[in-house]
């Protein structure tokens, strides 16, 4: 018996030794955008995160997550944090037959998280364990790319913004 | 083709002497899993079908990075990912800081561990180069108490080990000294095993290689400290003339077997090509400093 959290909600089952973290989401809990591909490793289509952090999870026992905290595509497409790199996805086609994309979006949204300025070398290097087999590579880190610069833009107005108010509150 | 995980048993200790417990009664059946990203793969293949699965991710002993002892100490679960960002291994061994990003993908540095790294001992796995680089001790810890091998003799064969039925490696220490590392690798996608891969740490004094140590990787049944190519350069001017004789003396160093990504001149020309760009790599560094 594993108790977890899962996209925010307290989740008690059975599971046996042999269900990996994709299977158990997709079959026993009905999370079915985690997609279930290579299963040993290579696709990155099962990409979710534990604790924070984005695993692959046909590498993953369900046995073993006791107390962890899973998110799936479902709940960070739900939190809103993806938003910007979902509407990214459709403005560059970077979604073609769309079965790579839970798990290419699950991989974009971590190098996002992770802040700084990462160049387009860095995209293409962190998305490289996720393969995408209608190879629409560019589109994918073309629109991942033009998440991050208007997020950066975004970021610096509000600088700009924060540090005018500042100067106009300082005569006060 | 894959299948599903056989059927299998699980359980998770928390302590050493659970696990010696655990180990005890399940016997030969019994497989240690850390992070699981070789082990689980396998069970997709059904290359390994072990009676249960013994989960020691959760045994504090085996965590953590620190200096001790004139070592830094690596706990053998310690992430791929934790490895790249700490900054005790990032001031004592770089070289394991730089061989990071070469390892597979994110999401799979999230989970693989050090411990598990030495412990497959994969020829052309990067982890194991680096320690044999780096003159480091892996600690192991069984029922019967604590083994201390240097890194040279603990990779036996293919995937063979030093490690004795029952025993696990509880941490890596390395000797803390000025050393420079570098690794590069050539591998035919980003995060594939390498075709061919070069971990060297030395150090430089007054322009001269000092206690040189090229371990060679993908290239071999483990790690090959390449002793004649090392030799080649200990003590002298590191320049285009000593790198010249390391490349030349690398000839009688490795024994390449033929693999699925070539013939045994393939990779041996793979090695003399890493040579040249890691030396001349240092050679840049020395410049810049100078």
């Known amino acids: 018996m594993i108790t977890l959290t899962v996209n925010g909600e307290r989740v008690t089952r059975h599971v046996e030794p042999r269900r990996h973290l994709i299977d158990f989401l997709r079959l026993d809990l009905g999370l079915t955008g985690s997609h279930a591909a290579c299963e040993h490793g290579v696709c990155g289509a099962c990409t979710v995160r534990v604790d924070g952090e984005i695993v692959r999870g046909c590498l993953v026992l369900a046995a073993s997550l006791d107390g962890a905290e899973v998110v799936t595509i479902e709940g960070l497409s739900d939190s809103g944090e993806v938003a910007d790199l979902q509407a990214n996805f459709v ?21 996002l998280a992770h802040g700084g300025t990462p160049s387009r070398a860095e995209i293409r290097e962190h998305l490289s364990g996720n393969y995408c087999r209608c190879t629409g590579y560019q589109a994918i880190v073309d629109a991942v790319e033009d998440t991050l610069k208007a997020r950066l833009m975004a970021a610096d107005s509000d600088l700009r913004a924060g540090s005018a108010l500042r100067s106009s509150e300082a005569p006060r | 083709m894959f299948m599903k995980w056989p059927a299998m048993g699980y359980l998770r200790v928390a302590s050493l002497p659970d696990l010696w417990s655990a180990l005890a009664e399940h016997g030969a059946s019994a497989q240690i899993i850390a992070g699981g990203q070789t082990l689980l793969a396998t069970l997709a293949f059904r290359l390994s079908e072990p009676g249960t699965l013994i989960d020691i991710t959760r045994i504090a002993e085996l965590r ?40 597979a993908h994110p999401a799979i540095r999230n989970r693989g561990t050090i411990g598990g790294s030495l412990a497959y001992a994969d020829p052309a796995a990067e982890l194991p180069a680096c320690v ?56 035919r996608r980003s995060g594939d095993y390498a075709m061919a891969g070069l971990a060297v740490a030395l150090r430089l004094e007054g322009g001269r290689v000092m206690e040189p140590r090229l371990v060679y990787f993908g290239v071999g049944n483990g790690p090959v400290l390449a002793a004649r190519a090392s030799a080649a350069l200990d003590g002298h001017a590191l320049d285009a003339a000593s790198i010249a004789a390391a490349q030349a003396a690398l000839a009688d160093d490795l024994d390449p077997p033929q693999d699925l990504h070539g013939p045994p001149e393939m990779k041996r020309h793979l090695a003399r090509v ?11 560094q020395t410049e810049i400093a100078a």
Do not use: K
Not at chain 2, 152 to 171: K, S, W, Y
Not at chain 2, 274 to 284: A, K, M
């Open chain 1, 91 to 111: 403005a560059r086609n970077a979604a073609q037959c769309g079965f790579c994309t839970p798990g290419m979006i699950m991989t974009a949204a971590d190098i």
């Open chain 2, 64 to 103: 953590g990075v620190c200096v001790t002892g004139g070592m830094l100490r690596i706990g053998a679960l310690t992430r791929h990912a934790e490895l790249g960002r700490d900054a005790l291994v990032r001031a004592h061994a770089p070289l394991l800081s730089e061989a990071v990003p070469l390892i």
């Open chain 2, 132 to 187: 044999v680089a780096l003159d480091a001790v892996v600690v192991t810890a069984s029922a019967q108490g604590e083994r201390r091998i240097p890194a040279r003799e603990f990779f036996t064969d293919l995937l063979q080990t030093a490690l004795e039925p029952g025993e696990i490696i509880a941490a890596v220490e390395i000797p803390l000294a000025a050393r420079l590392g570098a690794i590069q690798e050539v591998a």
């Open chain 2, 274 to 284: 890493l040579t040249g760009r890691v030396l001349n790599g240092f050679l840049t």
